[in-house]
Nanobody
Framework: VQLQASGGGLVQAGGTLTLSCLAS????????MGWYRQAPGKQRELVAG???????NYADFVKGRFTISRDNAKSTVFLQMNSLKPEDTAVYYC????????WGQGTQVTVSS
């Protein structure tokens, strides 16, 4: 399995970014997926998850601001991030909801104040 995350960048507080992650080598449509993030000096944490059928769950710190979605035909999971805050700065990764795949490189998100 290979996971390729993209779409990160530098944005001002209050701004928007949309991340994408292409997952290859897995039965994507039946795999629950998740977005995770790791800030410097902190442990990796789950941001949002989505089942194969589209049911979603979010960490409290992103509820109402982030939206996870998926395109099973393209084996891609998305994370739309609105109202970004400096504390959202981190490297963002996708993985299965159970985090069983090898981690990809992730994509850096930096939010300036």
């Amino acid at each position: 399995v290979q996971l390729q995350a993209s779409g990160g960048g530098l944005v001002q507080a209050g701004g928007t970014l949309t991340l994408s992650c292409l997952a290859s080598g897995t039965r994507f449509s039946v795999t629950a997926m998740g977005w995770y993030r790791q800030a410097p000096g902190k442990q990796r944490e789950l941001v949002a998850g989505i089942s194969g059928g589209g049911f979603t769950n979010y960490a409290d710190f992103v509820k109402g601001r982030f939206t996870i979605s998926r395109d099973n035909a393209k084996s891609t999971v998305f994370l739309q991030m609105n109202s970004l805050k400096p504390e959202d700065t981190a490297v963002y990764y996708c993985n299965s909801r159970a985090a069983v795949f090898p981690w990809g490189q992730g994509t850096q998100v930096t939010v300036s104040s």
